[in-house]
């Protein structure tokens, strides 16, 4: 299948889908675009107005479907990077520049998460 071809079949399902299934048809196309593309796991994600903090909307991954477990797998990737910067958050070579936002949005994410860096509250 051709990408043109992946598109409208997609927008076509999408289209045609009743709101109390949408839910369910955007797993199936995001399944679609894994497939199509050879990756592991496909999201959307929603940013706010001025791009500082992004939110999971839907999660798909080829080993469980659609996953809730997107915060689990953020919060992995966080303390990692926390762990390359040894629990650097700011400034040039800190966390918060590897992961490319504000030092404030991160502590704020980390704090969401329940992230805390060795011996200091997050």
Known sequence: MRFQELVVNISSSLIATMPDELSGEISKALKKIGEFVG??????VWFDQNRQTAEAAYFWN???GVSDDLRAVERQHIRST???THGVIAGQGGAAAMLGVPASTLRSKMKNLGIQRAGRAA
């Not at 990756?39 to 959307?44: A, L, N, Q």
């Open 39 to 44: 990756v592991d796991r496909v999201s959307i």
């Open 82 to 84: 926390l762990e390359k």
């Open 62 to 64: 080829e080993h469980g």
